[in-house]
């Protein structure tokens, strides 16, 4: 989906007192007393915490009433955030009723608000979405949407029937909506660098975090507590972190995908089992049927000695210039170099603004099937550092690999074994 023109909260603030009660009313989406839309969490940590200050800040008519953690802890440390937080405090309305743990609670926080938002791991995307979908409930759905090829298939089969049910199904593949990137989107889309020939993106950064947990590795509670290192639960980082990268080539791109990817990569220093069975390092030619490609890097590797290069970046080449995509939000182009210098955006903000503007016009967002393909475009990168092969879209939407767990339930959990090229097989 190509944003659509920016609203400001102001124009959306007052439009939409006068705009909204009709269009809900017309499209006959909520029973609820004065147009309140009722909002519940699902995954209660750092971005769902941060989401739900971002829904409670876009619209004047909302209140946050459920919420669901597979862990107490979590939940009551988000919660306690959210009330503390004097911008929206008031607006969160969650009871202990309605506070609910374990893997069936998204089905209570889902039967007790009109929006909902899912930010667990990318795991349980596929599994509560379709669940909010067959109930009717408008969706923010952080990115990435899958794991694996079989949920990335259910949320499309989710995104299609959100469509049909017109229904928001909002993907948080955030730089979308950041004002900077959409003016160089549009001026690379107006020819400003000539034909886009290759994009050279980077997501070089540090090691992240990990949580305390006295459980061995292979047990259910220590793979949720630090599921990152997970393959099941976060996709591996090329999936979790470097998929913003992979979709802003496809925005550059107006919506081509690629054809093929080949790629190596591995794990030098996370090799001890408390990391799971990620990589450390990937890195992934993406091949494009125009003749375009997309040279992908990503890394999480920290130094106490060396000053290593560390750079997120979208570097796009064009047959007469080149553009950043990321600060300097800048254009090269004729020996002239222009950059960014208009409004700036938060656009974690601005992604919710825009949601409940249309959900209030009566004209709900849906760009489910492109964060679908996003998030395939993603894990075909994964296929191919895994395997050592070359991995074309089609095997990769069709791939038979399920990544889920035999069941959901606290207890041991084999997980399987870090992947090697040229050994892991591709199903
Ligand atoms: N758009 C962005 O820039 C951005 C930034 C950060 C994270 N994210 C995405 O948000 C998601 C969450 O990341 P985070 O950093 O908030 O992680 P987090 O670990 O801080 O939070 C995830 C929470 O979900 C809970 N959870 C796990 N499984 C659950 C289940 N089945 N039901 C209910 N709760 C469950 C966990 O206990 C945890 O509290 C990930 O998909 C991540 O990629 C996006």
Redesign the pocket.
């Known amino acids: 989906m190509n944003p659509k023109p920016t609203t400001t909260r102001r124009d959306f603030l007052t439009t939409s007192a006068v705009a909204g009660g009709l269009a809900l009313s017309q499209a006959g989406l909520f029973a609820g007393e004065n147009n309140l839309l009722k909002i519940g969490l ?9 989401a739900a200050k971002n829904a409670l800040k876009a619209d004047s008519n909302v209140k946050l009433v459920a919420m ?4 107490e802890d ?2 009551k440390e ?1 919660l306690a955030q959210l009330q503390r937080n004097r911008e929206i405090g008031g607006k969160v309305e969650v009871k202990p009723e309605t506070c609910f743990t374990g ?1 069936d ?2 089905k209570k926080v889902i039967d007790a608000c009109d929006v909902v938002l899912l ?4 795991h ?2 596929p599994i ?1 979405l379709k669940a909010a979908v067959e109930a009717g409930k408008h969706v923010f759905a ?3 949407l899958a794991v694996d090829a079989p949920g990335v298939r259910s949320v499309i089969e989710s995104a299609k029937k959100a469509q049909e049910k017109k229904l928001t199904l909002l993907v ?3 730089y979308r909506w950041d004002f900077a990137k959409r003016e160089v989107v549009k001026r690379i889309h107006d020819g400003a660098i000539g034909d886009v020939t290759a994009i050279h993106v980077n997501y070089l950064t540090g090691e992240l975090w990990h949580r305390e947990c006295d459980k061995p590795f292979d047990t259910m509670e220590y793979q ?2 630090n ?2 290192y997970f393959n099941w639960l ?1 996709g591996d980082h090329i999936v ?2 470097h998929c ?1 990268n992979h979709d802003k080539a496809a925005w550059v791109l107006k919506g081509e995908y690629p054809v093929a990817a080949y790629g190596t990569g591995g794990r030098q220093k996370r090799t001890d089992p408390m990391w799971g069975n990620i990589y450390d390092h990937h890195s992934v030619v993406y091949e494009y049927k125009s003749g375009v490609r997309v040279y992908s890097f990503c890394r999480q590797m920290s130094s106490k000695t060396v000053r290593m290069f560390n750079e997120t970046s979208d570097h796009i080449f064009g047959t007469k210039g080149s553009a950043e995509l990321m600060p300097p939000h800048s254009i090269t182009s004729g020996g002239k170099t222009w950059a960014y210098e208009g409004q700036e955006s938060e656009m ?1 903000d601005q992604e919710h603004i825009e949601m409940f503007a249309g959900l209030r016009a009566g004209e709900p967002l849906n760009n489910g099937l492109e964060g679908a393909h996003s998030t395939l475009m993603s894990i075909m990168g994964r296929m191919a550092t895994y395997t050592g092969m070359k991995i074309t879209w089609q095997m990769a939407l069709n791939s038979k690999e399920d990544l889920s767990p035999p069941k ?1 339930e606290w207890g041991p959990l084999p997980y399987a074994p870090v992947a090697v090229p040229g050994v892991t097989k591709f199903i």
Do not use: N, V
């Not at 930010?119 to 990318?122: A, G, I, K, R, S």
């Open positions: 699902i995954g209660c940590g750092g971005r769902g915490t941060g669901a953690d597979i862990f979590r939940l988000s893997f609670g998204y930010t667990t791991p990318p349980f995307r509560h952080e990115k990435p948080g593949y955030c949720m507590r599921w990152y976060s979790e972190q913003h974690y959901y």
